[in-house]
């Protein structure tokens, strides 16, 4: 088969993953009304609830519907429209509407609405910081958490993050401020580069809202910022997922395994920051034993 027409086959096959993955289960899509916004969410399958927060920050959830779509076939699904993505976006985009405390007051009202004690919360990424965060200001609210890809529990750990991709991608592509740049940049998240490309190409630049990324990756990711203080007597369920070949490498999931009692770690070969995509089987099945063990 010719490189060329491989690409393009990934490309769509990819592309009718990230934004129709639910279209094959019942679907509820629906909101909860915030000061200045409404926040949507979409509701899928029946279970234990299992909330899904998306990376960026400021990534539209859509990236994530395979994994909402795997994870209703046994639990509840609830994948969230974060503040200022997707449809959940204030009027005005400003450090007053895009605060770290503005997105956990988010998910209360949302746990509130839906009438769940307690949820587990599954973040990728930027979303597993502020799943760490919910974790710290909420910890009785949380039955377990997933953490796929994770920013790293400590500003510290990730210095050798931007290294990692600039070795795959030029320092060139880093310092682009085009608005398409982070889709020349996707393909260095992954360990098929091939398979990357055709990733970023199915991904719309759209779905990235770099002026809600700016706002929240300056405050939780600033020099500095350190979570294990309040996560020192965390001690729920909590399973990281991690690539091999991810740019956030082995150091900096390792240093936030440590950090997180009794916390499950692991790795998953061939593989970057998108284990769904490159290594499906072996990322549900991690994820499927975890979240069918022990009881709340």
């Not at 998240?189 to 991904?203: I, M, V």
């Amino acid at each position: 088969m010719p490189s060329h027409f491989l690409h393009a086959t990934r490309s769509s096959l990819l592309l009718s993953m990230i934004v129709g993955a639910l279209a094959t289960g019942q679907t509820t899509d629906t909101k909860v009304v915030r000061p200045g916004f409404d926040l949507y969410y979409r509701v899928s399958g029946a279970g234990r609830p299992v909330v899904i927060l998306s990376g960026g920050p400021g990534f539209d959830c859509d990236y994530l519907t395979p994994v909402a779509s795997e994870i209703a076939k046994s639990n509840q699904a609830i994948l969230v429209e974060l503040r200022g993505t997707g449809r959940s976006r204030p009027s005005v985009i400003s450090p007053e509407t895009i605060n770290l405390q503005g997105y956990l007051e988010d998910l209360e009202a949302l746990r509130t609405h839906l009438k769940l004690e307690r949820w587990t919360v599954l973040g990728h990424s930027a979303g597993g910081l502020l799943a760490m965060h919910y974790a710290a200001a909420h910890p009785e609210r949380v039955d377990r958490l997933v953490l796929v890809g994770t920013a790293p529990i400590a500003f510290e750990f990730m210095d050798a993050y931007r290294d990692n991709l600039e070795m795959r991608v030029g320092p060139e592509a880093l310092q682009s401020n085009d608005p398409a740049g982070f889709q020349r940049v996707l393909p260095a998240f992954f360990f098929d580069l091939q398979q990357g490309a055709a990733f970023a190409a199915a991904f719309p630049a759209a779905q990235l809202h770099a002026d809600v990324s700016r706002l929240l990756s300056a405050e939780m990711m600033r020099p500095g910022a350190d979570l294990r203080p309040q996560l020192k007597n965390f001690a729920r369920p909590v399973l990281m997922v991690c690539g091999r070949q991810d740019p956030i490498d082995a150091r900096m999931a390792y240093e936030t395994h440590l950090a997180l009692k009794g916390s499950e770690l692991q790795f998953i070969n061939r593989c970057g920051h998108f284990p769904w995509v490159e290594q499906p089987r072996q990322f549900f099945e991690i994820a499927e034993r975890f979240l069918a063990s022990g009881t709340k």
